[in-house]
């Protein structure tokens, strides 16, 4: 891992809150052109945290810029640039040597804390010293609940389910057609134990991580985040989903240019994904056949793409 990054830090602006206040958390934010967003998210942060790493993976925006203007004297802002763009894991495991507190908060540039948030992840962490990990509330800009938030393992037999629509039988037979989006689900009154967060909010104890390790940097982007749920499940640590700690994600930011780039990414995790952790427990037959849905699947995204751009063109000049 090259940590040999240009490093900069800032001196304090002022703000409301108070320090006595603040959650002993780092704060840690890869970045890769998440424009406006990525100010909004770090003033957010800081009204909660003790510290905030950005590690910026060669943005070619203004979203840098920006944030130098608007926190020009903050010291609790950590900003590390690595002069290239090696991948989400990478750019987390950067920043995490860098971090200080004893609990770290992993969050995507275009996720806003919702106030008091991050104390309510923080209490619930704390509750159990078996919790390695919590993930919030992910919920879209127009309140909805978003996917990927609360979720179970993907095994290639669930992920078949999901893809041929069989999880339409869960109310059947729950236990053979179970669909992993638990999102679906009623929102828990409380937190609940889970097998999978989302890798845009995670909040994790730097005891587990010292026990599990740290992210696999074989993934550039996608399925890193499962990969490291599986690990903290095999390591026994708990993982915890918290209802009424919302956080807003406006999902895609960072990756809407250049979508094939970002869907040969996550299909190409995917495959990493199931080999790592499933080959062993499936027949090579039928791991095959899970490496053949997967590009097939990565074609058909290729293809679709520009239709629904078209469509979406077409329905705006009708409009």
């Given at each position: 891992?090259?940590?040999?990054?240009?490093?900069?830090?800032?001196k304090e602006l002022p703000m409301n809150t108070e320090t006595h206040n603040l959650q002993s958390v780092s704060i840690l934010i890869v970045n890769h052109n998440a424009g406006q967003l990525l100010t909004r998210c770090v003033h957010a942060a800081l009204e909660q945290a003790r510290e905030v790493i950005i590690v910026d993976n060669a943005s070619e925006d203004l979203s840098m810029e920006q944030l130098r203007h608007c926190f020009s004297d903050e010291n609790r802002l950590n900003l590390i640039t690595t002069g290239k763009n090696p991948g989400f894991s990478v750019g987390c495991n950067t920043g995490l040597s860098a971090s200080t507190q004893p609990y770290t908060l992993f969050l995507n540039p275009d996720c806003i804390l919702s106030s008091g948030s991050l104390r309510r992840m923080v209490q619930v962490l704390?509750?159990?010293?078996?919790?390695?990990?919590?993930?919030?509330?992910?919920i879209n800009p127009d309140g909805s609940e978003q996917g990927g938030g609360r979720r179970a393992i993907p095994s290639p037999w669930r992920a078949f389910v999901r893809a041929f629509g069989l999880y339409r039988l869960e109310k059947y037979w729950p236990q053979l057609f179970f669909d992993f989006h638990l999102d679906k689900q009623p929102l828990?009154?409380?937190?609940?134990?889970v097998?999978?967060?989302?890798?845009?909010?995670?909040?994790?104890?730097?005891?587990?991580?010292?026990?599990?390790?740290?992210?696999?940097?074989?993934?550039?982007?996608?399925?890193?985040?499962?990969?490291?749920?599986?690990?903290?499940?095999?390591?026994?640590?708990?993982?915890?989903?918290?209802?009424?700690?919302?956080?807003?994600?406006?999902?895609?930011?960072?990756?809407?240019?250049?979508?094939?780039?970002?869907?040969?990414?996550?299909?190409?995790?995917?495959?990493?994904?199931?080999?790592?952790?499933?080959?062993?427990?499936?027949?090579?037959?039928?791991?095959?056949?899970?490496?053949?849905?997967i590009w097939l699947r990565f074609g058909i995204t290729v293809i679709l793409y520009p239709l629904q751009n078209l469509h979406k063109l077409l329905k705006l000049k009708h409009e």
């Open positions: 891992m090259d940590l040999t990054g240009e490093q900069e830090n800032y704390e509750s159990d010293p078996h919790i390695g990990m919590v993930g919030g509330y992910l828990p009154h409380a937190p609940i134990e097998e999978a967060i989302s890798g845009a909010l995670m909040l994790v104890r730097r005891e587990a991580i010292n026990d599990v390790g740290p992210w696999d940097e074989n993934y550039f982007l996608h399925c890193e985040d499962l990969d490291w749920c599986m690990r903290f499940k095999q390591k026994n640590w708990k993982i915890v989903f918290v209802p009424d700690a919302p956080v807003t994600h406006f999902q895609g930011t960072c990756s809407r240019a250049r979508p094939f780039f970002v869907a040969w990414h996550k299909h190409k995790g995917m495959l990493r994904f199931y080999q790592k952790f499933f080959r062993h427990q499936y027949p090579r037959a039928l791991m095959g056949l899970v490496t053949f849905a």
